[in-house]
């Protein structure tokens, strides 16, 4: 054991931990699970904030409301043409569907799935809903009305 120095431990660099892991970079599973939890919550986002579904299904339930409540034809039309009147605006926007009115509304109605409101049937429920006594198609009309409630835009 010739030439070995007795005291070689003290000869050694002093000992040192190496550092704490730190948060960043994450690990690919906290990724994983962040990029899960974020399209979780897009996805309910989605699902809270869509307003034509919305709107659909609150005024398909309201016309639902109106087949069965009234037997006054006028007071029907009238809340008909109400109905549709504020599911148009909201949907397809005041820009484009404020300044319609008589024939022009009507046409736009039919040309948004309202098929059944063409012709007669629609000059009817328009002229019921203003105060004309005219007879009624109750069956066309909520048909009609359902048409245009059930499209999308």
């Known amino acids: 054991m010739g030439g070995m120095n007795a005291d ?19 690990a690919p599973g906290w990724w994983g699970l962040a990029l899960l939890l974020g399209l979780i919550a897009a996805g309910l986002v989605y699902r809270v904030r869509r307003p034509p579904v919305r709107l659909r299904r609150t005024a398909l339930r309201e016309l639902k409301r109106l087949e069965g409540s ?27 569907v404020a300044h ?20 007669d ?9 203003y105060g004309s006594s005219v007879p ?3 069956t066309r009309w909520l048909k009609g009305v359902r048409g245009f409630l059930g499209t999308r835009r």
């Open 70 to 96: 009234t037997n006054d034809d006028a007071h029907l039309a009238g809340e008909l043409e109400h109905l549709m009147r504020r599911y148009a605006v909201a949907v397809y926007g005041r820009e484009t």
């Open 8 to 26: 070689w431990l003290s000869q050694l660099a002093p000992a040192h931990a190496p550092p704490p892991p730190g948060w960043w970079p994450l």
């Open 100 to 119: 319609l009115s008589g024939s022009a509304w009507l046409d736009f109605v039919v040309a948004h799935g309202g098929k059944d409101l063409a012709g």
């Open 136 to 138: 009624a198609d109750r």
């Open 121 to 129: 049937a629609g000059q009817a429920l328009l002229r019921a809903a």
